[in-house]
Antibody, heavy 118, light 106 residues
Framework: QVHLQESGPGLVKPSQTLSLTCTVS??????????WSWIRQHPGKGLEWIAY???????YYNSSLKSRVVISVDTSKNQFSLKLTSVTAADTAVYYC??????????WGQGTLVTVSS | IQMTQSPSSLSASVGDRVTITCRAS??????LNWYQQKPGKAPKLLIY???NLQSGVPSRFSGSGSGTDFTLTISSLQPEDFATYYC?????????FGQGTKLEIK
């Protein structure tokens, strides 16, 4: 069974960088067929896909955030990470890591609330 | 691609048959998934590729459609089905979600 767990600061100051890590268990992050994603949900709102990465290092970004986002993978720790720079209050959201076959999101972490505030 | 769900909210009773609609702003073939989300929880994949039931999901859930118009049907509502439902297209990156349909108890 694939299990995902987000970790990172719950509070980030405006203009700083939001950094989150997703620890994967139950499968190797280098297993083919899995795309490792970040998705966020603003409070009381819908879902927004941010980016995903394949184990080979291929990355795909939502163009609306592309200039501020980096997704990376650490195969030695079976983790993948998200960095979002120059955050504002509009980046306050629950951030989920998720995984699937590239066409859907079958596995999800529990989500972590990140608040941008001074 | 913009995904538009209707209705945005819906009140229904246990045992009712419910249909939620999702419309894409352009054709997406059958690259359409449905998710269920309960408060404070991550979304759960119910239906993939428009009409395929994800393993472990009750058979009262079904999906149909192709092109631009899709539906999620719950044949007989159970108490645990009251939640918010989202459609998601995976035809083109960025993959986009509908705004959600909140299903409430009447």
């Amino acid at each position: 069974q694939v299990h995902l767990q987000e970790s990172g600061p719950g509070l980030v100051k405006p203009s700083q960088t939001l950094s989150l890590t997703c620890t994967v268990s139950g499968v190797s992050i280098t297993s083919g067929g899995y795309y490792w994603s970040w998705i966020r949900q603003h409070p009381g709102k819908g879902l927004e896909w941010i980016a995903y990465i394949y184990y080979s290092g291929s990355t795909y970004y939502n163009s609306s955030l592309k200039s501020r986002v980096v997704i990376s993978v650490d195969t030695s720790k079976n983790q993948f990470s998200l960095k979002l720079t120059s955050v504002t209050a509009a980046d306050t959201a629950v951030y989920y890591c998720a995984s699937g076959n590239g066409y859907n999101f079958l596995y999800w972490g529990q989500g972590t609330l990140v608040t941008v505030s001074s | 691609i913009q995904m538009t769900q209707s209705p945005s909210s819906l009140s229904a009773s246990v045992g009712d048959r419910v249909t939620i609609t999702c419309r894409a702003s352009q054709t997406i073939s059958s690259y359409l998934n449905w998710y269920q989300q309960k408060p404070g929880k991550a979304p759960k994949l119910l239906i993939y590729a428009a009409s395929n039931l994800q393993s472990g999901v009750p058979s009262r859930f079904s999906g149909s459609g192709s092109g631009t118009d899709f539906t999620l049907t719950i044949s007989s509502l159970q108490p645990e089905d009251f939640a918010t439902y989202y459609c998601q297209q995976s035809y083109i990156t960025p993959q986009t979600f509908g705004q959600g349909t909140k299903l409430e108890i009447k």
